[in-house]
């Protein structure tokens, strides 16, 4: 499912709380919209209300929903800061592209190729007899493994599935780290003034332009 992005950019507790309410209002319109991650999370009470701050949030949105990304404006009293003549409150929603693909899950049969050759090292009396030795290839990444530790082929066949498996997770960690930490600059990328959309008040009503 598509990814969003919401963030308060650093702003201050109201901007979280804005966060909070859009979300809040996604997760109403599209029942099939989940909540993936936040940071920041809180809960206060306003009004007899029980509502959620966040500093930012990932959802997965349906297949199909278009949501523009964005300058967004809550216009409200503060309600933590009564006497705050501040009544503009600013968060950013991104687009985000799916997550990495590549996981052990989705190795397929169909796009491995093996290849076997015989064993150089030490491995009983087969080695450099038979072809032991086995060379596996994910043909969609180009990645390979390959083992000739084992006495048979069946064996370092085994072997070698198992560190291609260990390989491709390894770059898919290291694709979500990438991700998250791309995901976390665009806290610093909010612009303020121009919004996409503005809201107005505890209720989150949107002004129709």
């Not at 404006?73 to 693909?101: C, I, T």
Request: glycine residues 10%.
């Amino acid at each position: 499912m598509p990814l969003i992005q919401i963030s308060s950019g650093r702003g201050p507790q109201e901007c979280q709380l804005a966060v909070g309410l859009f979300i809040a209002s996604v997760l109403k319109t599209w029942p099939s919209a989940s909540l993936v991650s936040s940071e920041g999370s809180a809960v206060v009470k306003i009004s007899g209300q029980r509502l959620e701050t966040l500093r930012s949030a990932l959802i997965s949105i349906p297949e199909g929903v278009k949501i523009v990304g964005g300058t967004r404006l809550w216009r409200a009293k503060s309600p933590f800061r009564p006497e705050h003549g501040r009544a503009n409150w600013y968060f950013q929603v991104s687009l985000v592209d799916d997550a990495p693909q590549g996981s052990e899950e989705e190795i397929l049969p169909r796009d491995l190729k093996f290849d076997t050759f015989r064993s150089p090292g030490k491995g009983g009396q087969n080695v450099n007899k038979v072809e032991t030795g086995v060379r596996v290839t994910h043909k969609p990444s180009g990645l390979t493994a390959s083992s000739t530790t084992a006495r048979t082929q069946a064996e370092n066949k085994k072997l070698a599935l198992e560190r291609l498996k260990q390989k491709m997770t390894g770059i898919v960690e290291d694709n979500k780290s990438k991700a998250e930490r791309g995901l976390w600059r665009q806290h610093d990328l909010l612009v303020r003034g121009d919004p996409v959309q503005t809201f107005e008040g505890l209720e989150f009503k949107l002004v129709e332009p």
